[in-house]
């Protein structure tokens, strides 16, 4: 028997390609040269998985505008309240910027395929969506002037911290 003929291997002069297989967990490559089967992760990735709910939110004949909806809306929606920031509207489009992302936490809470929208997981896509414009619409809803919102220990905690004492 040939020196790389282990246990349940077949290899050598019977075998015409000349192919070794060493152990019963070996399996071809795409060559159909006999490699180890392991469980580990590879070193290098090659390729990654879709996001749970990536698909395309329309059927695949759909025109790519229709399949993107979602991320559409909330990146258009984004991209209003830059604008209207940049035309002294400051509180209306931070407050729109803030809602967008809201919406789209709702969007991928609520939609089975969301497409681009879908990111990481579910849980992951929500919670980085609602904590963002949360924090976005409450920035937006302190500042000055003429607060619409306050919040009486964050001013004790500025005095606190910037006094000259």
Do not use: C
Not at 92 to 115: E, K, S, Y
């Amino acid at each position: 028997m040939e020196a790389g003929a282990g246990a349940g291997g077949r290899g050598g002069a019977d075998d015409p390609d000349g192919i070794t297989v060493r152990d019963a967990v070996s399996a071809p490559d795409a060559h159909g040269r006999p490699r180890r089967v392991t469980r580990r992760f590879p070193l290098f990735t090659r390729d990654t998985a879709r996001p749970e709910g990536g698909g395309g939110a329309a059927p695949r004949d759909a025109p790519a505008p229709a399949r993107q909806w979602p991320v559409l809306t909330v990146v258009g929606l984004v991209g209003l309240g830059l604008l209207l920031t940049a035309l002294d509207a400051f509180r209306a489009g931070t407050l729109l910027i803030g809602l967008a992302l809201l919406g789209g936490a709702v969007l991928r809470w609520f939609l089975p395929d969301v497409g681009m929208l879908a990111v990481r997981s579910r849980f992951t896509d929500i919670a980085t969506y609602a904590v963002l414009g949360l924090a976005i619409v409450l920035l937006a809803m302190m500042a000055q002037p003429k607060p619409w919102l306050e919040i009486p220990f964050l001013k004790d905690t500025l005095h606190f911290t910037v006094s000259n004492e």
